[in-house]
């Protein structure tokens, strides 16, 4: 028997009916967000944590992007945030992927490793004891 009346046989026997969704919807992958990791969200909560205990900050949120994710820092749930903490990966091999930005947008410090970047918040921190 040959390869073709192979292939004949098996078609009549219905042995060949796999159904093959059509070829669009293969290539089509969910799109790719940006987050923060574990490790990262733990360096940013207890320092956030810290924040609460002294009473300055209230009210976090996390948006993870398509280019960037965003750590916001609220003192108030319904005003726009006093830092936000991003993580920009594209950036990674030239100024650094973390930035600490401040209210009006100016950028307070940027570079490569977060608990560097997040040194410039916790001197907001430490105030002097009476």
């Known amino acids: 028997m040959s390869g073709l009346d192979l292939c004949a046989e098996r078609r009549k026997a219905g042995l060949m009916n796999i159904p093959v969704p059509p070829s669009s919807s293969l290539h089509q992958f969910p799109a790719q967000q940006v987050?923060?990791?574990?490790?990262?969200?733990?360096?940013?909560?207890?320092?956030?944590?810290?924040?609460?205990?002294?009473?300055?900050?209230?009210?976090?949120?996390?948006?993870?992007?398509?280019?960037?994710?965003?750590?916001?820092?609220?003192?108030?749930?319904?005003?726009?945030?006093?830092?936000?903490?991003?993580?920009?990966?594209?950036?990674?091999?030239?100024?650094?992927?973390y930035a600490v930005v401040g209210m009006d947008g100016r950028i307070l410090r940027r570079g490569h490793d977060l608990t560097s970047v997040l040194r410039v918040l916790e001197r907001k921190l430490i105030r002097a004891v009476e």
């Open 35 to 97: 987050s923060f990791h574990r490790t990262e969200l733990s360096v940013i909560l207890s320092l956030y944590g810290r924040f609460v205990a002294a009473g300055e900050w209230r009210d976090y949120g996390i948006s993870c992007l398509r280019d960037v994710a965003i750590f916001s820092v609220f003192r108030r749930t319904a005003e726009t945030p006093m830092y936000r903490i991003e993580k920009r990966p594209r950036l990674r091999d030239k100024q650094g992927m």
